[in-house]
């Protein structure tokens, strides 16, 4: 079940990302895939109540982690944009509401297949900061996240590129 409704829910999002308009847009749908990840992710693991807390505010595990995942997933774009030689900072599509728009842009290619699942495995296991961690680096390693952010932004360089 949980594999079908994420495959349901990935399939919506992509039509939807088709269809918008504008970088708003395209961060609502953005806003409401994650929000519906982590309701797929609650479901799954039997994790109970939550929700999202901003800014580091969550004192529950799952949110602890998140954050803290997070933080990994933006270091990692940070280096594949200073790989490329790009200025991490560049607005894209968060740059208008964040400072460093382009690594949060890039972590978004990851952080929702890789910290998403393995915060609510690691709250659930009971999980200690560097359990959490550690699964994570590995989670990134195994799944060559360095390479497919690396990768990507070249591939939207070429396309955007080449149309100009």
């Not at 961060?27 to 409401?32: D, Q, S, Y």
Request: overall charge negative.
């Amino acid at each position: 079940m949980p594999a079908e409704r994420l495959r349901h829910l990935l399939k919506e999002a992509s039509v939807r990302n088709q269809e918008a308009g504008d970088n708003t847009m395209l961060l609502t749908e953005e806003a409401r895939l994650t929000k519906a990840l982590f309701k797929l992710a609650v479901d799954a693991s039997g994790y109970g109540d939550f929700t999202r807390a901003k800014r580091g505010t969550g004192g529950d595990p799952a949110n602890r982690f998140l954050d803290h995942g997070n933080y990994l997933a933006y270091g990692l774009a940070a280096t594949a944009t200073w790989v490329l030689g790009l200025p991490h900072g560049l607005s894209v599509l968060h740059g208008k509401t964040r400072r460093g728009g382009l690594v949060f842009d890039v972590a978004d290619l990851v952080k929702d297949a890789s910290i998403l699942p393995q915060a609510f495995i690691s709250a659930m296991r009971g999980d200690e900061e560097q359990e959490f961690r550690q699964a994570c680096i590995e989670s990134l390693t195994r799944s060559e996240s360095l390479d497919f952010m690396i990768d990507s932004l070249k591939v939207v360089a070429e396309t955007l590129g080449g149309a100009a």
